[in-house]
């Protein structure tokens, strides 16, 4: 069944670092999500991406964070100076369509800010 | 807003014990709703939705009606196996594009 692929599965980064998170959604999926979850807290979303361009994002999609599809497989998350708050589950989604709801979710990267 | 409320946290279970996770919600709309599954170390998976009130929707013998004069979203089964041993999510979408999560709950299922 086809996957989508996070890496790293943990990363560890000191405070003001800049870090990528990668994904490589399904291929011939369309849209294309950033959730992440605070231990202890909800999943939250971040943002979602269609067309090389941002579609939808929350009030947590600061200016410290940046999403790219670099080429025609990646999809990447980008914190540009992490502070311990940063720390957290990041989970990257794929779907083919917003309308049959078929999110494929990756298994997360595990981020932690020291 | 919109918002999903879970039932707290960890669950134990010994096989073939009746399950029930509570979900309750609050929606600006008419969401769809669903539960997701999280097995160790893989990523969340649609376990089942509902897109309308009074809905049904079940999948590997969990059920979950959508419920809108309670607002709520129950997950249920009626004898829980070890390999069910998870973390169980609950969420809405209105739009497809964006989901509302609950806190997720721990379910240990004990032979």
């Known amino acids: 069944e086809p996957e989508v692929t996070q890496t790293p599965s943990h990363q560890v980064t000191q405070m003001g670092q800049e870090v990528i998170l990668r994904c490589v959604p399904i291929s011939n999926h369309l849209y294309f999500y950033w959730y992440r979850q605070i231990l202890g807290q909800k999943v939250e979303f971040l943002v979602s991406?269609?067309?090389?361009?941002?579609?939808?994002k929350s009030e947590i999609f600061d200016d410290q964070f940046s999403v790219e599809r670099p080429d025609g497989s990646n999809f990447t998350l980008k914190i540009r100076s992490t502070k311990l708050e940063d720390s957290a589950m990041y989970f990257c989604?794929?779907?083919?369509?917003?309308?049959?709801?078929?999110?494929?979710f990756g298994s997360g990267t595990r981020l932690t800010v020291v | 807003g919109n918002s999903v409320t879970q039932m707290e946290g960890p669950v134990t279970l010994s096989e073939e014990a009746f399950l029930t996770i509570n979900c309750t919600y609050t929606a600006t709309g008419y969401p769809s709703l669903f539960w997701y599954v999280q097995y160790p170390g893989e990523g969340l998976q649609l376990l089942l939705k509902?897109?309308?009130?009074?809905d049904k929707g079940s999948n590997k013998g969990f059920e979950a009606t959508y419920r809108k004069e309670t607002t709520s979203f129950h997950l249920e089964k009626g004898s829980v196996q070890v390999s069910d041993s998870a973390v169980y999510f609950c969420a809405l979408s209105e739009s497809g594009n964006q989901f509302y999560f609950g806190t997720g709950t721990s379910l240990t299922v004990i032979p």
């Open positions: 991406f269609y067309n090389n361009e941002i579609s939808e």
């Open positions: 989604a794929s779907s083919e369509s917003r309308l049959n709801y078929g999110y494929t």
């Open positions: 509902a897109t309308k009130a009074d």
